[in-house]
Each structure stands twice: as C-alpha cells, then as structure tokens.
C-alpha cells in the first residue's frame, strides 16, 4: 500500500513540473518540491506505523 501511494504522489509530482496543477499552494512548476516532501513524510511515518504494528 505504501508503495502504491507513495508512486500516486510521485506521480502527481511530475505533472506539477509538466504542467502546474493550480491546487492552493501549487500554483508555479517550482513547487513540485512539495508534493516530494509529503511522499518522504507519509513513507516515514507508514514505516514507522507497520514496524510498530508488527512488534504487536
């Protein structure tokens, strides 16, 4: 699953530089960088949630 969204927002990424979404807050090609940011912080906290999960 983490895989699956963390390739979601990757790609999501890359149509951010090809064409800018006009989301609230990315609104220019420059601000791919933090669409990037949240695959690194929803894999870190999804391994972080299964490693605790698995010692249950």
């Known amino acids: 699953m983490t895989k ?9 990424a ?21 669409l990037v940011a949240g695959v690194v912080v929803v894999t870190v906290i999804s391994v972080i949630l299964s490693a605790l999960f698995q010692v249950l």
């Open 14 to 34: 890359a149509i951010q530089v090809i064409k800018p979404l006009g989301w609230p807050g990315l609104e220019k090609r420059s601000d791919a960088w933090k």
């Open 4 to 12: 699956i969204l963390a390739v979601l927002l990757i790609l999501v």
